[in-house]
């Protein structure tokens, strides 16, 4: 190898080290958006007068846009590449975490969200296919671990440093410093993210809407689509749930703990996750196949969920460590991810891989507006919220991931041949 030859090499290694450092950073911006309601959760129902109910619609509708947005977002990559899916998303994210930064009330606080879930809907989904089209399938599932351990520290943040910023400086002025962090952002992405895998699939010709949304069609129809939608809509909100919304109040009502403590709970729970991605993205190497994977990281967040309802009130260090090690048990899903762009050919990644993320976000919004509904129900308008209404939802939420993973059993796994 000559000289030239391996600084051409180690110049081409800096530029994919850069463009994925960006896009995974675009994946944590998306993340600490996503979970930043659950540490602050008692501050907004004080300041603001929320009710459970509310709370639950503030936190989950950023969700519901985000699932909503997929069908759009799949057609968009698909047809005019990734990067300007990412580009035009990005300013969406500067202005929705600014009108959350200014809301004085419930309605303000829900536009702020959505207009966040617009932005944020490409976050993760666009690096995936641009990792798709770079890199060997053979790391596509550990690549997607490195993408979610790494965004994962915008999860970190929305615990004890966001409680802590909340405490110091208020809420309002972390999310203007969010905006500003989201503004040099969308400057990276501008600079960065450029060549063929951002743009329109190489050699591929270009549809007609009917044609793309025809693609839609196919991705539904494609066997092993819906058992993986609904693992996908199960397994993330079991962990959003906690860490997103009922975690900090859980903590605070059930076992009286302040902001600072709230905070360093969900850290610990979103730093065992970042352990598990790391984990679970390689393990299916290992076992040679997806669905063994993925149904004992289920089964192990079954058994927790369980543990946290009939015994999480015993004390607080055993409500702690139980939602941290379920931080580690569900975070499976590079697996689910592997195995969903598994099933689709490469004209129709974009599209599949979103609908699976549809799964992802609609199963949050819809288990943290149901369950907000089921802790008003059975706290009414108690500020003290008692122990039965979190167990209520938490058991709401296992239900669903067990119903969830015995549909999973049926899906095929392409790394078996079945």
Same mark, same amino acid.
């Given at each position: 190898m000559t000289e030239q030859t391996s600084t051409r090499m180690g110049a081409v290694g800096v530029t994919l080290a850069v463009l994925v450092a960006v896009l995974a950073t675009a994946t944590l911006m998306s993340q600490f958006f996503r979970n930043s309601v659950g540490v602050i959760a008692t501050t907004l129902a004080g300041e603001l007068g929320l009710d459970p109910d509310q709370l639950g619609l503030v936190a989950s509708s950023f969700f519901l846009i985000f699932a909503l947005c997929q069908i759009p977002v799949g057609i968009v990559i698909d047809r005019w590449g990734p990067r300007t899916a990412?580009?035009?998303?990005?300013?969406?994210?500067?202005?929705?975490?600014?009108?959350?930064a200014s809301a004085t009330g419930q309605a303000g606080l829900v536009a702020g969200r959505l207009l966040l879930g617009i932005g944020c809907s490409t976050f993760f989904m666009a690096p995936l296919v641009v990792y798709a089209r770079s890199f060997d399938p053979?790391?596509?599932?550990?690549?997607?671990?490195?993408?979610?351990?790494?965004?994962?520290?915008?999860?970190?943040i929305a615990t004890a440093p966001l409680g802590w910023m909340t405490a110091t400086h208020g809420w309002r002025s972390a999310f203007l410093l969010a905006a500003a962090v989201s503004a040099l952002l969308l400057l990276a992405i501008l600079l960065v993210v450029r060549g063929p895998a951002t743009g329109r699939l190489a050699g591929a010709k270009p549809e007609t809407l009917r044609q793309a949304f025809a693609g839609i069609g196919a991705v539904v129809r494609t066997k092993g689509f819906v058992p993986l939608f609904l693992m996908s809509f199960s397994t993330y909100s079991t962990f959003g749930l906690i860490i997103g919304l009922w975690g900090g109040p859980y903590l605070a009502h059930v076992?009286?703990?302040?902001?600072?403590?709230q905070g360093k709970v969900l850290f610990a729970m979103a730093l065992a996750q970042i352990i598990g991605t790391m984990a679970w993205g390689s393990a299916d190497r290992i076992a040679g196949a997806y669905k063994p994977v993925?149904? /004992? @990281?289920?089964? =192990? $967040? *079954?058994?927790? &969920?369980?543990?946290?309802?009939?015994?999480? !009130?015993?004390?607080p260090l055993a409500a702690a460590v139980l939602m941290a090690v379920l931080g580690f048990s569900c975070a499976f899903t590079p697996v689910l991810?592997?195995?969903?762009?598994?099933?689709?050919?490469?004209?129709? /990644? @974009?599209?599949? =891989? $979103? *609908?699976?993320? &549809?799964?992802?976000?609609?199963?949050?919004? !819809?288990?943290?507006?149901?369950?907000?509904?089921?802790?008003?129900?059975?706290?009414g308008g108690a500020a003290v919220y008692p122990l039965t209404a979190f167990q209520l939802a938490f058991a709401m939420q296992a239900a669903l991931l067990a119903c969830a993973t015995l549909a999973y059993l049926r899906a095929p796994d392409p790394r078996r041949g079945l």
């Open positions: 990412l580009l035009g998303s990005g300013l969406f994210v500067v202005a929705g975490s600014l009108v959350f053979a790391v596509f599932a550990s690549l997607t671990g490195f993408q979610i351990a790494f965004s994962s520290l915008g999860t970190l076992h009286g703990a302040d902001l600072a403590m993925a149904v /004992t @990281g289920a089964a =192990l $967040s *079954l058994v927790l &969920m369980a543990a946290l309802i009939l015994g999480g !009130a015993a004390s991810v592997a195995h969903s762009k598994a099933l689709f050919p490469p004209e129709l /990644t @974009g599209r599949g =891989l $979103s *609908l699976i993320n &549809m799964g992802t976000m609609s199963g949050s919004f !819809a288990t943290q507006w149901v369950t907000g509904l089921a802790v008003k129900g059975v706290a």
